[in-house]
Nanobody, 112 residues
Framework: QVQFVESGGGLVQPGGSLRLSCAPS????????MAWYRQAPGKQRELVAT???????NYADSVKGRFTISRDNAANMVYLQMDSLRPEDTAVYFC??????WGQGTQVTVSS
């Protein structure tokens, strides 16, 4: 059974930073593309960033230059460093392995 431990969410002021962490288990981590999605209240889920097993990355235009996805294949961890946060980044952030394995989500709130 695939399980995720997500952490790092919380409340931060505009312009601040947060680092999300995700530790999936029950999968062969090194063969999976990993991603972060988010869902804001009343909006559809959107793809934030992806990373291949080899470390190639892609980002949504809305977060380019502010967010950084990374992974540690030896530790089975994936991260999302979020800098220069804006109120519109407020959402539940989900760690995703492949296409079908989703974490439970962690809340990020950007507010003064």
């Amino acid at each position: 059974q695939v399980q995720f431990v997500e952490s790092g969410g919380g409340l931060v002021q505009p312009g601040g930073s947060l680092r999300l962490s995700c530790a999936p288990s029950g999968i062969i981590f090194i063969i999976y593309n990993m991603a972060w999605y988010r869902q804001a209240p009343g909006k559809q889920r959107e793809l934030v960033a992806t990373i291949t097993p080899g470390g190639s990355t892609n980002y949504a235009d809305s977060v380019k230059g502010r967010f950084t996805i990374s992974r540690d294949n030896a530790a089975n961890m994936v991260y999302l460093q979020m800098d220069s946060l804006r109120p519109e980044d407020t959402a539940v952030y989900f760690c995703v392995a492949g296409l079908n394995h989703w974490g439970q989500g962690t809340q990020v709130t950007v507010s003064s």
